[in-house]
């Protein structure tokens, strides 16, 4: 049986936070070539989880699109992160 779609948003939001390095300090993140400002970007995706989050514990159900979207913008953070030569786990739910 497939879980509801607040139940996936859930699901996603978790394994994204495993998948994003959102534990490392700044300076680690801002070393070296910047392609995209990872920094922002990551701190772009943790207000985007959070956000849901919110919304979710306040009983709103995501759809389809909103679940689509918010794997969408994880690929670009993994994309820049990886173009900055940084750490992103086992990203297989973002492919």
């Known amino acids: 049986m497939k879980p509801d779609t607040a139940t996936a948003m859930h699901d996603l939001i978790h394994q994204m936070r ?3 390095p ?10 070296g070539e910047c392609r995209g ?24 159900q995501p759809g389809l699109r909103e679940l689509s979207r918010l794997i969408r913008t994880g690929r670009k953070v ?11 786990g086992d990203d297989t739910t973002l492919h």
């Open 18 to 20: 495993s998948v994003f």
């Open 22 to 31: 959102f534990a490392l300090p700044a300076a680690q993140i801002c070393s």
């Open 78 to 88: 993994a994309n820049v992160l990886r173009r900055s030569g940084l750490p992103v």
């Open 37 to 60: 400002c990872p920094l922002k970007v990551l701190d772009f995706l943790q207000t985007e989880l959070d956000d849901w989050d919110a919304r979710i514990a306040a009983g709103e």
